[in-house]
């Protein structure tokens, strides 16, 4: 039988819970456990597909098609494994399989209740997710900050699981401790108010995470201890690091993996982390520069930039940077400004290489076109995820097959020339406003063009790559723009949909339906990804 570690966050969001929980798998990972992670987001939504990512962040898809939190790319890429819709888990969905479980007389006439019964359906798909898996330890990451009152229920699933298996369940709280700059100290009231409300729900934390921007010391660890009655050896000092992936080795240093296996009564393992030590020795000796601008919108939220919205595609660049011992410096280029003053273009080239990420409705949508146009006209290295592709492809049909109206159907409904235009089955889904879950979602296969650069790079001829999208390459002007010298360089074998295009007379012009972000992992980068980043490190400025 599994044992469960639950998370969750104090004070205030974005402390890295998930990097956290990520890390402690990895470790246990390491020690020879399996280890099965679940995210809980606490928002009615069923899933977070139709979430606006300024206000949640990356929607991440696993293999299967779930429009998951942003948490499940840290585990995927933290564990080297791959998740599904077992993994995750809103309010929404909790409710929404009571109710129906409630219309099918499966509760036998009793009243149905928000507690128990609301803890229980999350405690029967923790143990359904344990069952499938087989794991030695269920990590549970309880979205948002204790003391809100969206998680309460999560929090009661951790207690009565608890009270059934006193011995197989473990709670640790990441808690943040500020040092505001006119104090110049660090502040751990808040976490001692973080544990008070944990206390009201019932739970004791058993561990306690401290994240600061500094290392936690003697005084600060023994006040912790005393007023949220934790072992101060229980108490775990984890400053701001270069990259979250030296957290799990941080972690070690604390012995954090054999503390835990000591609260469930297990005997102390050695681990394995050498490639892990190896990557993180890499990447504090990095040797040079590669400069990748991304030209998005979705990174402005008031007065502050955010790149949640964005993180795989920010973690691919980087584990490919990695690799070949560069250090990458991503620069947020917002796509309007060239709307605007297309004179700003010229900033381009200051940049090794340029990548046009995914992205939903018209704002921002000519800017990226025109950034697009320089790189494929000034030789600068580039990448088009998704969007970015379908934008490429417009680009390319206005500029260079001289279809002057050019567009896709999403951004000009009744355009003369729809290069990109709604995949037949999405038609359905829009006319009935059926808009949650019902893209193109998940893992398709893809036949590569036997001299095209994709099928070098993947050294495969057949891959699989998961996709998030309602719009495609319309394949009416397919042999017009490969008579004017666009490779169709991917294709789904089974609907003949264009999933790659390359410019082959260029040093690195290509571009995807699909998401390769979403697979690359730190210690497997993705050979596009690779590749892109490569050619980019060789331009001459
Ligand atoms: N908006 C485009 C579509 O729906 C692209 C989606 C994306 O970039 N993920 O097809």
Redesign the pocket.
Known sequence: MARYIFIAGGVMSGIGKGATISSIGRILKSKGFKVAPIKIDPYINVDAGTMNPIEHGEVFVTDDGTEGDQDLGNYERFLGEELNSDNYMTTGRIYQAVIERERNLEYDGKCVEVVPHIPREVISRIKRLEKKTKADFCLIEIGGTVGEYQNILFLEAARMLRLERPRDVVFILVSYLPIPKMIGEMKTKPTQYAVRSLNASGIQPDIIIARASAPLDKIRKEKISVFCNVAEDSIISAPDVKSIYEIPVNFEKDNLGNQILKKFGLQSKQNDLEDWRRLVKKINHLKKEVKIGIVGKYFKTGNFTLMDSYISVIEAIKHASYDLSLEPKIVWLSAQDYEKNPSKLKVLNDFDGIIV?????SRGVEGKIKAIKYCREHQIPFLG??????LAVIEFARHVAHLKKAN?T?FSNKCQAPV?D??EE?KKNLKANKYGGT??LGAYPCQLHPSSLARKLYKESLVSER??????LNNKFRSLLEEKGMLMAGLNPEQDLVEIIEVPAHPFFLAV?F?PEFKSKPLEPHPLFRAFIKTSAKKKH
Do not use: A, D, T
């Open positions: 990420p995914g992205g939903f409705g995820l998704c969007l970015g592709m379908q896709s999403e990109i709604l995949m999405q893209m193109r996709h998030r999208h309602r719009y495609e339906q998401h």
